[in-house]
T-cell receptor
Framework: GQQLNQSPQSMFIQEGEDVSMNCTSS?????WLWYKQDPGEGPVLLIA?????ELTSNGRLTAQFGITRKDSFLNISASIPSDVGIYFC??????????????FGQGTELSVKP | EAEVAQSPRYKITEKSQAVAFWCDPI?????LYWYRQILGQGPELLVQ????????DSQLPKDRFSAERLKGVDSTLKIQPAELGDSAMYLC?????????????FGPGTRLTVL
């Protein structure tokens, strides 16, 4: 099925370092979402972006909706061990009153060394 | 805090057997989704409900998979007969389309292993 191109696939960093990951698509989306998934659990929503150019923060997390509406990035500042997990981007084209299908990236697996 | 509930959390079955998964969305959420996630990949949509009606089931293998949401609240996904390739995480999500935010909230998933 259709998927977004997410990079990097994996990262191994030292505690305290900043992290950056991004997602690109050949299609335009009107909403970008970023999720974190722990092993054996469902994805948890971190940040939602609704407008091209929008920059949104959630604690140490910052995400941006690309101007072209075909890309998004997520930054994590001052990483801590509990940031370990798999981060997914997801694009959606909302259909009014009917929600919409999320298209997911392949995920970025983050490992943090204390 | 409101959550999406799923059961069972884990299911082991033999191929050719029937399995069923249950999902209870966040109260008031009219839209319910079933996704399948193969290990190492992102989730992919199987079926989307708006209340009790199917909005999108284009990726649902209808020869063996079925889904229902009879009263527009909780939902059941069934596989009959199960095949080895069905081993995956089955995730349920819900959203409230009114207001159009698009945010989907996921349950903990059901991990299916077909032997």
């Amino acid at each position: 099925g259709q998927q977004l191109n997410q990079s990097p696939q994996s990262m191994f960093i030292q505690e305290g370092e900043d992290v950056s990951m991004n997602c690109t698509s050949s299609s335009i989306f009107n909403t970008w979402l970023w999720y974190k998934q722990d092993p054996g659990e469902g994805p948890v929503l971190l940040i939602a972006l609704y407008k091209a150019g929008e920059l949104t923060s959630n604690g140490r997390l910052t995400a941006q909706f690309g101007i072209t509406r075909k890309d998004s990035f997520l930054n994590i500042s001052a990483s801590i061990p509990s940031d370990v997990g798999i981060y997914f981007c997801a694009g959606i084209n909302m259909i009014y009153n009917q929600g919409g299908k999320l298209i997911f990236g392949q995920g970025t697996e983050l490992s943090v060394k204390p | 805090e409101a959550e999406v509930a799923q059961s069972p959390r884990y299911k082991i079955t033999e191929k050719s057997q029937a399995v069923a998964f249950w999902c209870d969305p966040i109260s008031g959420h009219a839209t319910l989704y079933w996704y399948r996630q193969i290990l190492g990949q992102g989730p992919e949509l199987l079926v989307q409900f708006q209340d009790e009606s199917v909005v999108d089931d284009s990726q649902l293998p209808k020869d063996r998979f079925s889904a229902e949401r009879l009263k527009g609240v909780d939902s059941t996904l069934k596989i009959q007969p199960a095949e080895l390739g069905d081993s995956a995480m089955y995730l349920c999500a819900s959203s409230s389309p009114w207001g159009g935010t698009g945010e989907q909230f996921f349950g903990p998933g059901t991990r299916l292993t077909v032997l």
